[in-house]
C-alpha cells in the first residue's frame, strides 16, 4: 500500500524560503512520477511542480516555475520542494501526490492522474 507522508510546512515571511519533504514507501515495481499541489479554501487543487522518479524528468506550473525546485532523494525515498522568493498568495496547504509512469504520458500535471496523496502539510506566508 503506497503511503505519502509530507513535512517542512510552516510560517514564513514573504521574500523567504521553505523546504518541504514527502517521504513514499509502497511501490514495489515500476516507474512513478512524484508532485507536489497545493490548495486553498474555495479553490481548485493546483499543480506546482512534478518529477520523474526514474528519469528525473520535471514539470512545473506556471505560477512557481523559477522560484520553486524539485528534486529527490532516492537514498530516503523522498521529494522534495525547495520554495524560494515566497508570496503571501503561496499560502496554502501542500500535497504531495504520486502515480505510476507509463511509457508515453507527457502531461505530470494532471490532478485526477494521481490516485495516491499525502495529508498535507500548511503553508502561511506573511506580507
Known amino acids: 500500500q503506497v503511503q505519502l507522508v509530507e513535512s517542512g510546512g510552516g510560517l514564513v515571511q514573504a521574500g523567504g524560503s521553505l523546504r518541504l519533504s514527502c517521504v513514499a514507501s509502497?511501490?514495489?515495481?515500476?516507474?512513478?512520477?512524484m508532485g507536489w499541489f497545493r490548495q486553498v479554501p474555495g479553490k481548485e487543487r493546483e499543480f506546482l511542480a512534478a518529477?520523474?522518479?526514474?528519469?528525473?524528468?520535471?514539470q512545473y506550473g506556471d505560477s512557481v516555475k523559477g522560484r520553486f525546485t524539485i528534486s529527490r532523494t532516492s537514498a530516503r525515498n523522498s521529494v522534495n520542494l525547495q520554495m524560494d522568493s515566497l508570496k503571501f498568495e503561496d499560502t496554502a496547504v501542500y500535497y504531495c501526490a504520486a502515480r505510476t509512469y507509463y511509457s508515453g504520458t507527457y502531461d505530470y500535471s494532471k490532478r485526477d492522474d494521481y490516485p495516491y496523496w499525502g495529508q498535507g502539510t500548511q503553508v502561511a506566508v506573511s506580507s
Open positions: 509502497g511501490f514495489t515495481y515500476g516507474g512513478y512520477i
Open positions: 518529477i520523474n522518479w526514474s528519469g528525473g524528468g520535471t
